[in-house]
């Protein structure tokens, strides 16, 4: 079966520290990673999605940036955190033939920007 | 173009009476739709789906949702409450044939009154 792992689960850093989130499948090959933002009391917002190694399509601009350096692992980093960073970060992953799969969805990273 | 509205931010039922949330959805394709559930500081767990099979979608906990076409509409309901569905929910909405983002309503938290 397939499992998607998400760490840290909580991290506090102050603003202008850099950032990294990882996140990792497994179980599957190739498929289609997700990174979304939950501001509180808000729904999700898409990130950044990759559909193979080193493609990796930005929807929203930000400070944010996102690497796929393995076809299983995905991460989120930024240079310099701004207050506006701080969130709930969820990593997914679903099948990629289709828009009718689910996306799958890892237990997210609180971050705190102080 | 794909959009997703769900009409209540905020839903109370007593524990023991029928649940309902409300999605409507607007789609140029065939849309394939879910229904998502998280508790608090938990990633998203997928509750149920519907890729234009059945119109009634039974899912896990005893949920189930019936796609209406003419009305637009993708509405989860449960017969019975339980404490532990106290919860957010989210509807999306995909469409088959396009790329493989998806679109997320903003939510309903549904409380559970004792």
């Known amino acids: 079966s397939q499992t998607i792992h998400q760490w840290p689960a909580t991290l506090v850093q102050p603003v202008g520290s850099p950032l990294s989130l990882e996140c990792t499948v497994e179980?599957?090959?190739?498929?289609?990673l997700y990174w979304y933002r939950q501001a509180a009391g808000r729904g999700l917002q898409l990130l950044f999605y990759s559909v193979g190694i080193g493609q990796i399509s930005s929807e929203v601009p930000q400070n944010l940036s996102a690497s796929r350096p393995q076809d299983r692992q995905f991460i989120l980093s930024s240079k310099k955190l701004l207050l506006s960073d701080s969130g709930f970060y969820l990593c997914?992953?679903?099948w990629g033939a289709g828009s009718n799969q689910p996306q799958h969805f890892g237990d997210g990273t609180r971050l705190s920007i102080l | 173009a794909q959009s997703v509205t769900q009409l209540d931010s905020h839903v109370s039922v007593s524990e023991g009476t029928p649940v309902l949330l409300r999605c409507n959805y607007s789609?140029?394709?065939?849309?394939?739709l879910f229904w998502y559930v998280q508790h608090p500081n938990k990633g998203l767990q997928l509750l149920l789906k519907y890729t234009s099979a059945a119109t009634l979608v039974k899912g896990i906990n005893g949920f189930e949702a019936e796609f209406k076409k003419s009305e637009t509409s993708f509405h989860l309901t449960k017969p019975s409450a339980h404490m532990s569905d106290a919860a957010e929910y989210f509807c999306?909405?995909?469409?088959?044939?396009?790329?493989?983002?998806?679109?997320f309503g903003k939510g309903t938290r549904l409380h559970i009154l004792p």
């Open positions: 997914a992953w679903s």
């Open positions: 179980g599957t090959s190739n498929p289609n």
């Open positions: 999306v909405v995909s469409d088959i044939g396009r790329d493989d983002k998806i679109i």
């Open positions: 789609s140029s394709y065939s849309p394939s």
